[in-house]
C-alpha cells in the first residue's frame, strides 16, 4: 500500500490542523493506522494509532486532549486533527500502516509509510 500525507503547514501557536492520510489499494481496512512525529534532532514519536475497527490509543504525554485519530475506511482515509497548537509540536508528520492484530505505538511494527508533511507552529 502507497501512503499520502498531507495537510500540513504553518500555523500560529493555539490554532489547529487537520492532516490527512490516504492510502492506495483496496486493502485499507485491514490496517491499524498510526501517526508519528519527528523533529529535529529527536528520535521519531508516536502520537496516535486507530485499530481497523476503530479503537484507537493515544500519547498521553503529546497528544491527549489536543488531538484526535479517526479513519474513513470508504475513502481509505485515516486522519489526525490537531487543536491548541504549540511551537514544541513543530515536527514533519508521517502516517504509517501496520498488519498486527493488535494496536500497536512501537513504529517497527508499521511495515508502510507515507513521506510525511511539515507542520510548523510559530509563536
Known amino acids: 500500500v502507497q501512503l499520502q500525507a498531507s495537510g500540513g503547514g504553518l500555523v500560529q501557536a493555539g490554532g489547529s490542523l487537520k492532516l490527512s492520510c490516504a492510502a492506495s489499494g483496496r486493502m485499507f481496512s485491514r490496517y491499524n493506522m498510526g501517526w508519528f512525529r519527528e523533529a529535529p534532532g529527536k528520535e521519531r514519536e508516536y502520537l496516535a494509532v486507530?485499530?481497523?475497527?476503530?479503537?484507537?490509543?493515544v500519547n498521553i504525554d503529546s497528544a491527549e486532549g489536543r488531538f484526535t485519530i479517526s479513519r474513513d475506511n470508504g475513502k481509505n482515509t485515516a486522519y489526525l486533527e490537531m487543536n491548541l497548537l504549540k511551537p514544541e509540536d513543530t515536527a514533519v508528520y508521517y502516517c504509517?500502516?501496520?498488519?498486527?492484530?493488535?494496536?500497536?505505538?512501537?513504529?517497527?511494527?508499521?511495515?508502510?509509510w507515507g513521506q510525511g508533511t511539515q507542520v510548523t507552529v510559530s509563536s
Open positions: 504509517a500502516a501496520s498488519v498486527n492484530t493488535a494496536v500497536t505505538a512501537d513504529p517497527r511494527d508499521y511495515i508502510y
Open positions: 486507530i485499530g481497523r475497527n476503530g479503537g484507537t490509543i
